[in-house]
Structures are given as structure tokens and as C-alpha cells.
């Protein structure tokens, strides 16, 4: 990254070891959206740059693959040491980039993209194949690399789920061509940087800006990526898997969700408001996992409301940079006027709003930001639009059930299946629910619990495919089988 001519940041692609300008000269004006303004342009690197990063990658793929699990996994480590080493700068990146509470990206998200390194290059060693000996023939199964792979990651963590992709496909032995979201371009180009701080060889980590239509496009229709993970919204992830297929590309999709939190009346009522709190609100709503649903046991509904209620009136909304607000900026002007739509059309669709549904002006360094209030709406039936699509802003409905069955049915009654909290003190309950609801991660009395050697992925419109631990380094491999015939 340097400054261009008129001494505006210019982020370009990272192909080869260095840092490039789109072939075609064309940059996207990049937002501060807690300030509203352009701080920096982003290259939108045509299908001539994304061919470049893929023949780096394929020449640099040869030696890469052929690393012992040692070296690929100490180069990962050094990865991981030159994001801990700029940790602070990475987390001011992250947060003028995106909105986002500065404690957020520094607390949470920053050293977990350096821990995404750190633990691929451990679990690499673990790997092992299988070997199936018969009178006639000794067969060994290899799991080898595609050669390149590519990733593509949205703007709600940025360099979290950039990283989350690379990590197990280098680790696997594969070379990468990225696209970090045109969004929030920064931090990934920051780690290029941090690549050739640490002496990556040139070609493993290709990382190409610009937007989805063109770059990610581009990447998706290239024939030489024979692998590829997305992460994004459904709508995107059909039209990848409807680009991809016919070149029968490996897919793995992290898509949306419209995630039930089911409140039993014998849980734990002050820990439950508290998470609740978070996992309605934490970065804005804009979180995959955020349980955009809250059900709650009939009995319960006034004194959780109440209670609630309370905790939302007095959250803090403003400046990301400020500690003492809980919630920054939406990611976009465009994003913030989509979720205040969405909230227009719960009013249309008869929910009562009962906490925020407008904008926030927030006086001073962000009177032009883009924030929106904590929203919580209840009055609406599970058929309904705002009950039925993802939103990913600050926004939850509120919805009243009878018993455990009708908990299931309203937290199922939804195209999406990607995660789901319930709340109980009865065991027996919460295991029954959890194997019942239509999701690939269910949290019991907690939310956003990661042990990265669990799988993590989707059911129905929330993805295909399963990402973390094993599963990853399986995804990134294609097993061949090698028979030494007696
Ligand atoms: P998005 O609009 O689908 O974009 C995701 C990525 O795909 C971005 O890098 C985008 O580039 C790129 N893209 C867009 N159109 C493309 C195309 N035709 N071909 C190739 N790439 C294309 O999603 P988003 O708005 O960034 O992210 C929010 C969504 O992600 C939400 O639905 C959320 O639930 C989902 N999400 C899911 C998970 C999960 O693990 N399941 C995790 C986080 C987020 P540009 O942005 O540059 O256009």
C-alpha cells in the first residue's frame, strides 16, 4: 500500500510477492462508514490481474507442495507471529475499514486470524491417510493439493474469515488466490505486507482486490482454480455454485442465516440476557451467527421483554474508536438504507417496533457515519418477510412459543439452517432440541463458543460443506488412491 499521485491511499492486489495496479487503471473509492467519507481506493483488478495471481500460484504451487509439513508449517507460524507483531495496527485498519468497535477487532477478531495460522500449522501434522492391504494388492490413499485454490470472504469479519480460508488451504499445500470483500479491502492487503515481512515464498498467498462482479467473477470462472471457498451471502453462493458447477469446481459455501435463539424459562435468566444482548447486537447484527430470532417461553415473554428492553434503551451507539459504545457503524450507506427498509416492511408487515428503527446521528468525528439503532420488534407471525429473511444489521423480532415442539417448528420455519442458541436448565431438553433443529452449530446456554477443531458450516440455504479442524484440510485435499498391485 502506498499513496498515489493525489496522496489518496491506493490498496492494490498482492500477485507475486508484490503489491500491483489493476491492468485496466480502474480504483473504487473505499468508505470509513463511521465517518462517511472515502479514505482510500481500492484496485478493481480485472480478469487479466486474477490470471496473473493464478499462473503465480501454479508456479509457485510445485515447490509449496512439495514442503515438508514441518516447513509449510513453520512459514504458517511466521504468519501468525507477523499479525500478532502488528496487532494494534491491524485492529485500527479493521475498524476504520468496516464500523466496528475498535475492542471488538482487537479483542477478538485480530488475534484470531493470527490464531487461525497457528492452528493449521499445528493440526497439518496430524494428518494421515489410510493404507488397505488384501491378498492381491497393497492400496495406499494419498490426500493431495489442488495445486491453487481460491477464496472468497465477505466484509463482516474481515480479516477473521480471509484468514479462516487461506490457513488450511496453504496448509494443505495448496497456493491461494484470495479476494478479501471490495468493502473492506485493508487489513488482507496489510497482509501481504506481512508476507513479505516474513519471507513467504513469492506466489503462495496471491491476493486480488475488486468486486465481485468483476474479480470475484473472474476467480470463480478461472479454469486454473480447481477449488474454491466462499463464504458470503446465499444469494452470491448460488451464483457461484451455478458458475462453478458446470466446470465441476470443488465448492465449499458459508452462506446467510436467520438464526433462532430459543429461551426456555428454566435457564439461567441473567447469563441468557446478557448473551442474548451480545449475540443480537454484537458488530452491529452483522455476524452469520447472530440470533436474529429470539423465542421465548410464553410464561417468560413480560419479564424478558422487560428486562430486554431495558438493556437495549441504554446501549451506546457511536464512535467505533470510543470503548464505551457498544455498537459502531453498519458497513455502508447502501447497508444501512437496507436495513432500514427491512424494518419499514416489519412496520408494513404489522410488527410493533419497540426499541430503535431509525438511524443514529452521532455528533462530532462521525456526524456523516452510517449507524442504526438496536432494533427489537415483536406482533409478527414466522411467515412473515422480516421473520423469514436474513436482514444482518442490528434488527431482532421477538416471538412467543408454547412448549419445546413449538420452539422446533418456529426455530425450522425458515429456508436458512446455520446456527441456533437454546437456553434450559433441562439437559434432557436441550439435547432433544439440538438434535431436532435444523442447524449445523447449535450453542446450549452459550453463543459464539469456537474450538477451531469442531466443523462449522450450514444446512439448507445456509451452505454446503463443512469448515474447521479436519474437515478443512480435507476440503482443500483430493484423496488418489495408489494400488501396488501383488
Ligand atoms: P456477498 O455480497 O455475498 O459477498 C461475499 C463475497 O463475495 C465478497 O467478497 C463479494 O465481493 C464477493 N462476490 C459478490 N458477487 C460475486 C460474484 N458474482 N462472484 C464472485 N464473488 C462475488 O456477502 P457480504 O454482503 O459480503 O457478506 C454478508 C453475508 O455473508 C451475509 O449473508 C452473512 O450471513 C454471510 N456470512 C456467512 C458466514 C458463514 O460462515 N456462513 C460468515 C460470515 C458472513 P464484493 O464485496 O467485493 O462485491
Known amino acids: 500500500m502506498s499513496l498515489g499521485a493525489d496522496d489518496t491511499l491506493k490498496i492494490r492486489s498482492f500477485v507475486d510477492g508484490e503489491f500491483i495496479d489493476p491492468a485496466t487503471g480502474q480504483w473504487l473509492d473505499n468508505y470509513d462508514p463511521a465517518v462517511g467519507e472515502v479514505y482510500s481506493q481500492v484496485a478493481n483488478s480485472p480478469a487479466s490481474d486474477v490470471d496473473r495471481a493464478v499462473a503465480a500460484a501454479t508456479r509457485a504451487s510445485r515447490d509449496w507442495s512439495r514442503l515438508s509439513v514441518e516447513q509449510r508449517a513453520n512459514h504458517l ?60 494388492g497393497l492400496n495406499v490413499t494419498l490426500a493431495q493439493p489442488f495445486g491453487v485454490g481460491g477464496t472468497i470472504s465477505p466484509w463482516n469479519l474481515p480479516l477473521y474469515l480471509f484468514t479462516w480460508k487461506v490457513a488450511p488451504a496453504l496448509a494443505a499445500g495448496n497456493c491461494v488466490v484470495a479476494k478479501p470483500s ?23 498467498l496471491n491476493i486480488v482486490q475488486g468486486s465481485g462482479q468483476v474479480t470475484g467473477q473472474a476467480l470463480v470462472e478461472h479454469p486454473g482454480i480447481r477449488a474454491i471457498s466462499f463464504t458470503g451471502g446465499t444469494a452470491t453462493g448460488a451464483k457461484i455454485a451455478a458458475s462453478a458447477a458446470p466446470r465441476f469446481k470443488k465448492l465449499s459455501l458459508e452462506l446467510g442465516g436467520k438464526n433462532p435463539n430459543l429461551i426456555f424459562a428454566d435457564c439461567d435468566f441473567d447469563k441468557m440476557l446478557a448473551t442474548t444482548f451480545r ?20 410464561s417468560i415473554y413480560d419479564r424478558f421483554m422487560a428486562a430486554f428492553l431495558m438493556m437495549v434503551h441504554k446501549a451506546k451507539v457511536g464512535d467505533p474508536l470510543d470503548e464505551a459504545n457498544d455498537l ?55 411467515s412473515c418477510c422480516t421473520n423469514q429473511r436474513e436482514i444482518f444489521g442490528p434488527v431482532v423480532t421477538v416471538q412467543p412459543f408454547r412448549d419445546a415442539d413449538h420452539a422446533i417448528e418456529l426455530a425450522n420455519a425458515v429456508p436458512y439452517g446455520l446456527s441456533a442458541t437454546v437456553w434450559t436448565a433441562n439437559l434432557n431438553r436441550a439435547l432433544r432440541v439440538a438434535e431436532n433443529i435444523e442447524a449445523g452449530v447449535v450453542w446450549v446456554n452459550g453463543w459464539l463458543i469456537r474450538d477451531l477443531r469442531t466443523p462449522f458450516g450450514g444446512v439448507k440455504e445456509s451452505g454446503v460443506g463443512r ?20
Do not use: Y
Open 182 to 204: 471490495e468493502l473492506t479491502p485493508l487489513t488482507a492487503a496489510m497482509l501481504g505486507e506481512i508476507c513479505i515481512e516474513v519471507g513467504l515464498p513469492h506466489g503462495v
Open 328 to 382: 459502531g457503524a453498519v458497513v455502508s450507506q447502501a447497508h444501512q438504507q437496507k436495513i432500514l427498509s427491512a424494518i419499514d416492511t416489519a412496520a408494513a408487515e404489522g410488527g410493533r417496533i419497540l426499541a430503535g428503527g431509525h438511524a443514529v446521528s452521532v455528533p462530532g468525528r462521525c456526524e456523516r457515519g452510517w449507524f442504526v439503532a438496536p432494533t427489537v420488534i415483536d406482533n409478527l407471525d414466522q
Open 279 to 298: 449475540s443480537s447486537f454484537q458488530n452491529q447484527g452483522q455476524i452469520c451467527l447472530c440470533g436474529s430470532r429470539i423465542l421465548v417461553e410464553s
Open 77 to 136: 507460524l511466521r504468519i501468525a507471529e507477523g499479525i500478532r507483531s502488528r496487532a494494534d495496527e491491524l485492529a485500527r485498519a479493521e475498524c476504520r475499514d468496516s464500523g466496528k468497535p475498535l475492542k471488538l477487532a482487537r479483542d477478538l477478531e485480530i488475534p484470531r486470524a493470527a490464531q487461525n495460522f497457528g492452528f493449521f500449522a499445528g493440526l497439518i501434522h496430524g494428518m494421515s491417510t489410510a493404507a488397505h492391504d488384501s491378498p492381491v
Open 467 to 486: 469448515e474447521g479442524g479436519i474437515d478443512a484440510l480435507e476440503f482443500w485435499t483430493q484423496k488418489k488412491n495408489v494400488c501396488f498391485c501383488r
